[in-house]
């Protein structure tokens, strides 16, 4: 079985440290991990499994630096979307039944929640808006809840508690002072907004708690809604 999780909140929240103890926690067990993007945007530089090199990236994301517009993120969240469907159904399938291994883990960096933020900051609340109609593969229809993950964490911190963790030295400082001001309690409206069924699967958490408390909260609830194999392997002594 294959288990998603996404990781969502604004910037600084600490999304990705998470993903990345939770990462190496597993790998020390042998459960297969995989990292993917499932909003905004990707680097495509080969860096590892889940951000394979690709020229449409490379075009890609030479246009958002040239015209950083409404219409980039929403091709870019269609692309995404259709991607993490092709590794959760086909690719990850196949290579963990070719490594023998009954269980597997994707772990997703911004999820389905963060295409709704790109509604909300338009002022729109239509769930069923998030994808055009017929984005997916041979004309398919992609849906909010086709690719939500199984388990979603929501982290949440007021931006106060988070716009010291910016580095005064990095060079999108004032572009990401200005996300955090603006989003920083967006998330948790966005969370009280989506259908029932997606509700359900968000679980939020205080995203001013240290990183170790954190960590614990995460590998508890994971404990609680992933296959076996997994809860066991996370509740294991490296």
Not at 24 to 29: I, R, Y
Not at 174 to 181: A, N, Q, S, V
Request: charged fraction near 25%; aromatic fraction near 8%.
């Amino acid at each position: 079985m294959i288990f998603t999780v996404g990781f969502e909140g604004v910037n600084r929240t600490g999304k990705g440290t998470q993903i990345g103890l939770l990462r190496t926690k597993l790998e020390l067990q042998s459960i297969p991990t995989l990292v993917l993007r499932g909003n905004g945007s990707r680097e495509a530089q080969g860096s590892h499994k889940g951000d394979p090199l690709s020229a449409w990236w490379d075009k890609a994301n030479d246009l958002r630096d040239e015209m950083f517009d409404a219409g980039w993120w929403v091709r870019a969240s269609v692309r995404l979307a259709r991607e993490y469907l092709a590794w959760r159904e086909y690719i990850f399938p196949r290579f963990l039944e070719r490594t023998g291994n009954t269980d597997g883990i994707i772990l997703v960096d911004r999820t389905v929640l963060s295409a709704f933020m790109l509604l909300l900051e338009n002022g729109d609340t239509d769930w069923r808006k998030l994808y055009p109609p017929h984005a997916g593969p041979r004309g398919t229809e992609i849906s909010g809840e086709l690719v939500c993950p199984d388990l979603i964490f929501n982290f949440i911190a007021p931006a106060a508690a988070l716009l010291p963790r910016l580095a005064p030295d990095d060079p999108k400082h004032d572009f990401r002072k200005g996300l955090i001001e603006r989003n920083a309690g967006k998330y948790a409206i966005a969370s009280a907004l989506v259908p029932p069924d997606v509700r359900r699967r968000i679980h939020e958490l205080d995203a001013s708690l240290t990183e170790e408390v954190l960590h614990e909260s995460i590998v508890a609830t994971l404990g609680c809604y992933a296959p076996k194999r997994i809860g066991d392997a996370l509740h294991a002594n490296p």
